[in-house]
């Protein structure tokens, strides 16, 4: 079983849907970091949250510590979206981060 | 651009030859970390250096490959006689301290033929 899962694996949208992603993950965490990778492979590192929740433009990230799981939103989604999103776990101990297998997300106009 | 640069972008190695990556962190970070993506794969963790030390190097394979970070000069992640097993995409990432967000560089695309 993967340190970390994400769901769904695969997700198409119409332009302007709400789109949401899911991880979860079974390690403890220092850190919870969701990235986006574009077509051509270069990595955004989007978000690095540890409690509670981040805004930043259309996108939104939350943490349920709790739970053990993450979500990250995008509202109004638009084409420009379409990439990979990547959820990784840093864990409390160790330097090893846990990576999902991301999400390809492909936003038709 | 102060990012993480990375290069070569692309690089085609016959089998047995050498694989030499290079990654020059964002200027004023001293903590580089490599990652390996296979095809059709996630990301995994290979290594985490600081300014000459390796501090965690738990994803490395055991042989052929090996990773240093000087204290003049890029990192480099080094593969001896490479396998049609290494061809993979290979990121780099900086911070400046340790639990800070990682600025990642654009990755190379390791071909073995």
């Known amino acids: 079983k993967n340190e970390v899962e994400q769901s769904p694996q695969n997700l198409t949208a119409q332009e302007g849907e709400f789109i949401t992603i899911n991880c979860s993950y079974s390690?403890?965490?220092?850190?919870l970091h969701w990235l986006q990778q574009h077509p051509g492979g270069g990595i955004v590192s989007l978000f690095m949250?540890?409690?509670g929740k981040k805004k930043h433009g259309r996108l939104i990230a939350t943490i349920n510590i709790q739970e053990k799981h993450s979500s990250l939103h995008i509202t109004a989604s638009h084409p420009r979206d379409s990439a990979v999103y990547i959820c990784a776990a840093e864990p409390n101990t160790g330097n090893q981060f846990y990576f999902g297998t991301g999400t390809s997300l492909t936003v038709i106009p | 651009n102060a990012g993480v640069m990375q290069n070569p972008r692309h690089l085609v190695r016959r089998r047995g030859q050498e694989a030499r990556l290079r990654c020059s962190p964002v200027?004023?970070?001293?903590?580089v970390y490599w990652y390996r993506q296979l095809p059709e794969e996630g990301l995994k963790f290979m290594v985490y250096?600081?300014?000459?030390?390796?501090?965690?190097e738990s994803g490395m394979p055991k042989e052929r490959f090996s990773a240093e970070f000087p204290k003049e000069g890029p990192s480099i992640l080094r593969i001896q006689q490479v396998v049609r097993g290494d061809s993979a995409a290979y990121f780099c990432a900086s911070s400046g301290v340790r639990n800070q967000p990682q600025h990642f560089g654009d990755g190379t695309r390791l071909s073995i033929l």
């Open positions: 200027k004023g970070h001293s903590h």
């Open positions: 949250l540890s409690s």
């Open positions: 250096l600081q300014k000459e030390n390796i501090i965690d």
């Open positions: 390690v403890g965490i220092s850190a």
